[in-house]
């Protein structure tokens, strides 16, 4: 029985390698070209911006509307990011905010994972109208939600809170749709096995399910922490105390009516975007299909 | 519910089982019981509710109807964990995230009365995977093996928690005829040494042939029959099994019995080997098995026709024969045999080859064939 396994494991292997060689297919030199060309103008557009913030907040306000624009500064101005910590509660900004896009997001992933394994596996009257319910909630735009959700808040008594930061977001039905497509796709017979091996419902979830969805997760997660860590509107009206700011509405009160100090603001948001690009490479790992090859017969 | 009682030496019990969605009944009623060590295979073609069977024993669909006993105890309103069965899947259902050796170990770490040590969980996964060769794998993932042995951790996984009763859901239905071949030698040699109830679902007739204590035949949602690879061949108990049991397939036709209780069948009469004769004038039908008939140049021969088509299948050679009149049969030649078509050949028919069915399809006798004098 082994010698006949290991004949056809190196038949595997073969023809593995096959597939590799015929995905290379030859590209003319002309074609290879265009492509690095359209390549370099994608990425051009995409940093001309970001390069323009950095130089911006480099600069003193008084050489930002030189013209032609100074591109590198000269001198170098440090100005603006010493009065970011030194004349604003900006570190406090940035804990709070990552305090608050942590807790959404670990506790989003929690729900939604759930819900959507509730949607996506298990027997229940009325799951299909759960279901198309949460999807026409998807659809109701947030302004529309804003003034309902800030009577809800206020009557709750969670205003100028963590919580007021933290609960509202968790009602997103958006997640709960994407965990329940992650979790559509993996076949019944997966958890028919576990049950049969005497794992509970909760157990299936956790130990066969979430490791298997964990690269959507994790692009659930980023989803989830990008749009918390630079939500706005809901945090400006639920929050006015400034012990609780979080970054988006603390940088937009660095301009006044009559001031707009841009290398102030530059500078505020070349530092906010520190944490999140840190985040992201930490977890860019994750991101990768969701393999489930070896589960069943190919 | 039904007063019937299963016996103690009978592993799985089903009596007067039946499974129905809404209006839509996909298993009538039916009993049937697995002995302790017995393998009994269901056989039938796709959609004919073996799965659905398979699925009931294991607490995964729900009975509609009857009752289910595993080791005694009747399982109607028992969890699947909690039945003492192990199911092998048609996929294999392997945990793709795990190793081998957690993919064996998993029923034993979900095992809450009594938990089980790890030292424990441990040594019977070894033993498990020590069964069925998987040893050296252990520590691979699901998608570093080949088929064959991916399809050996389902059946140690299955092996590891000591049920009383294995099911098997055509376990080796995709993997190529040579290891296959190989699997099925494997898994007898498992029942051997494990002596478990194993119920295995298959569509190939030659699987259920060579494994089967005994064959469940289903088809359309009914059991056809129930018995002995060699009964289900030898004396099938309608048109189906006759045809679905034994390659190639034996072709029927449909006769009227003769005042004298005979049936003419081209320039041959066939003689029921029943105690009481065939009813003149009754519509039959009439097959015969095409390993039962026999190109000859005997002077017993019953049959003569024309050769019209010849299959080489290596070990011998199958003859379509033409016998006049719209009838014809197939037949069983040496593989070196220099018949070709358009050839005229005698057909001499081995006791079992004729077999006579009412006109409802069922069995009514096997019989005898002697050439008519002219």
Known sequence: ?298 | MSAVSPRADVAVSLIQVAKSYGDVEVLQPFDLQVGEGEFVVLLGPSGCGKSTIMKMIAGLEEVSHGEIHVAGELVNYVRPRDRDVSMVFQNYALYPHMTVRDNIAFPLTMSRRPRLKRDVIGARTLEAADIVDLAPYLDRKPAQLSGGQRQRVALARAIVRQPAVFLMDEPLSNLDALLRADMRTSLLEVHARIKKATLYVTHDQIEAMTMADRVVVLNAGRIQQIGRPRDLYTAPANTFVAQFIGSPRMPLHDLEVRDDGTLSFADATLTGDADVPLAPGASVTVGLRPSALRATSSASACFAGKVTRRDYLGSDSYLDVDLGAGLSVMVRAEADSAVRPGDTVRVAADPGAIHVFDDVGARVCGASARRQKR
């Open chain 1, 1 to 298: 029985m082994t010698a006949m396994s290991t004949t056809e494991h190196k038949t595997r292997g073969a023809d593995a390698s096959k597939g590799r060689a015929r995905s290379g297919l030859p590209r003319s030199r002309p074609a290879i070209s265009l492509s690095y060309v359209i390549l370099f103008i994608g990425v051009a557009i995409a940093l001309v911006p970001f390069l323009y913030v950095v130089s911006t907040s480099l600069k003193e306000s008084t050489s930002l509307f030189s013209y032609p624009p100074d591109w590198i500064p000269s001198p170098i101005f440090w100005g603006n990011f010493e009065s970011l910590f030194a004349d604003h509660p900006f570190v406090l900004w940035t804990i709070n905010t990552l305090f608050v896009a942590g807790a959404v997001t670990a506790l989003k992933l929690w729900f939604d994972s759930m819900a959507g394994y509730a949607l996506a596996k298990m027997e229940f009257a009325g799951r299909r109208g759960v279901a198309l319910l949460l999807l026409l909630s998807v659809a109701i735009p947030i302004s529309a939600l804003i003034i309902p959700m800030f009577f809800v808040v206020r009557y709750l008594g969670l205003l100028n809170t963590y919580w007021a930061l933290i609960l509202p977001p968790l009602a997103n039905p958006l997640g709960i749709f994407m965990a329940r497509s992650f979790i559509v796709g993996i076949p019944d017979d997966l958890e028919a096995s576990a049950r049969l091996d005497g794992a509970s419902e909760f157990t299936i979830y956790r130990k066969i399910v979430l490791p298997l969805i964990r690269p959507g997760l994790v692009v659930l997660g980023m989803f989830t922490f990008m749009l918390q860590y630079t939500s706005f509107i809901w945090p400006l009206i639920a929050v006015s105390d400034s012990d609780r700011q979080v970054l988006a509405v603390g940088i937009s009160g660095l301009q006044s009516a009559f001031l707009q100090d841009w290398g102030l603001l530059s500078a505020g948001m070349l530092v906010a975007a520190v944490p999140i690009t840190v985040v992201f490479l930490l977890v860019q790992k994750a991101f990768v299909f969701n393999d489930l090859s070896g589960a069943l017969k190919e």
